[in-house]
């Protein structure tokens, strides 16, 4: 099987939408065949149509905090799932706030809407598992330092472990339906011995993680929610000249975001929600910025896809 974990930067802006920058939203796929959406910020479903996914498709919704530029376009998401004669469960996974404004205003009920939405409402740290039987994808949520209460995600893929071949041929044995069993349980009776993870194995289980902060201040408090990721999603509103009015706004500038990654020993840091004063290339002042702390940053646009193979 092929691992592909496939990123697509729907909105990478902050506030105010732009001809080159909507509001925040990010498509996550992978090779099990989970979409999720982390928030849904206003052009959304223009962004989704561009990136050759329908609305339909979304298995999951988890949006950050209740501002409006990161949970304006969930009305006409849902709008979108109705009318296209969507069936199949929705998750919304949302603060109190969210999860209220979906029940009450949007009126996200399977009466209204003819598929059932699960809510599930942030408290505190908290995670559960998407989809995936022998790989599984399991979603986090943490708390964020901005000006409201508001969460970051952590998406973890948990990967099988690999089996090599020399170490079957070793014991005399052939790949087949046992070694299911094997990796679930670990450990299988095949002709009538018992057969152990670790005598076959040539790779614990791995894990993939990509996390998003949303819209955060930089803070110790999350530097462990992030930690190891192999990419970061990171707000980085602002260029490092305006660092008092980012800490005034719950938001980092683009070096705080390059700190917070070299902190938490991440992979690979994208920067995203970009104040629309930043346009065209002026932007790239962020990345260098950025990368005189943390030199593997890549600074987000709209439409960009991040590939893990």
């Given at each position: 099987m092929r691992y592909r974990v496939e990123i697509v930067m729907l909105g990478t802006g902050a506030t105010i939408p732009t001809r080159e920058r909507l509001t925040p939203s990010i498509l996550v796929?992978?090779?099990?065949?989970?979409?999720?959406?982390?928030?849904?910020?206003?052009?959304?479903?223009?962004?989704?149509?561009?990136?050759?996914?329908?609305?339909?498709?979304?298995?999951?919704?988890?949006?950050?905090?209740?501002?409006?530029?990161?949970?304006?376009?969930?009305?006409?998401?849902?709008?979108?799932?109705?009318?296209?004669?969507?069936?199949a469960p929705l998750t919304l996974i949302a603060p109190e706030s969210i999860a209220w404004y979906a029940?009450?205003?949007?009126?996200?009920?399977?009466?209204?809407?003819?598929?059932?939405?699960?809510?599930?409402?942030?408290?505190?740290?908290?995670?559960?598992?998407?989809?995936?039987?022998?790989?599984?994808?399991?979603i986090k949520w943490f708390p964020v330092c901005h000006n409201i209460e508001a969460y970051g995600f952590r998406l973890e893929w948990t990967l099988r472990p690999r089996i090599e071949e020399e170490k079957l041929e070793a014991l005399g044995l052939k790949p087949g339906p046992w070694l299911r069993e094997l990796i679930?349980?670990?450990?299988?009776?095949?002709?009538?011995?018992?057969?152990?993870?670790?005598?076959?194995?040539?790779r614990k289980h791995a894990?993939?993680?990509?996390?998003?902060?949303?819209?955060?201040?930089?803070?110790?408090?999350?530097?462990?929610?992030?930690?190891?990721?192999?990419?970061?999603?990171?707000?980085?509103?602002?260029?490092q000249d305006m660092e008092k009015e980012a800490k005034e706004r719950g938001h980092s500038t683009s070096k705080q975001a390059a700190q917070q990654a070299a902190k938490a020993e991440t992979e690979t840091l994208i920067l995203t929600h970009i104040s629309a004063r930043y346009s065209g290339v002026e932007a790239r002042k962020l990345q260098k910025e950025a990368r005189e702390t943390f030199r593997k940053t890549i600074l987000a646009w709209d439409n960009m896809k991040i590939i893990i193979p």
């Open positions: 796929r992978d090779w099990l065949g989970s979409k999720v959406l982390l928030d849904a910020g206003e052009g959304a479903q223009l962004r989704l149509s561009q990136a050759g996914a329908s609305p339909a498709s979304i298995d999951l919704i988890a949006i950050s905090h209740e501002h409006g530029d990161h949970v304006n376009g969930l009305p006409g998401l849902l709008q979108s799932m109705y009318i296209g004669g969507r069936r029940r009450e205003a949007l009126e996200a009920s399977e009466e209204k809407l003819g598929f059932k939405v699960n809510i599930v409402e942030i408290r505190k740290r908290g995670s559960m598992e998407v989809g995936g039987a022998l790989d599984k994808l399991t679930e349980k670990g450990e299988t009776t095949v002709e009538n011995r018992k057969i152990k993870l670790e005598d076959v194995e040539a894990k993939i993680t990509v996390t998003y902060t949303g819209d955060t201040s930089p803070c110790e408090e999350i530097v462990k929610d992030i930690e190891k990721t192999k990419i970061l999603i990171h707000d980085s509103t602002y260029s």
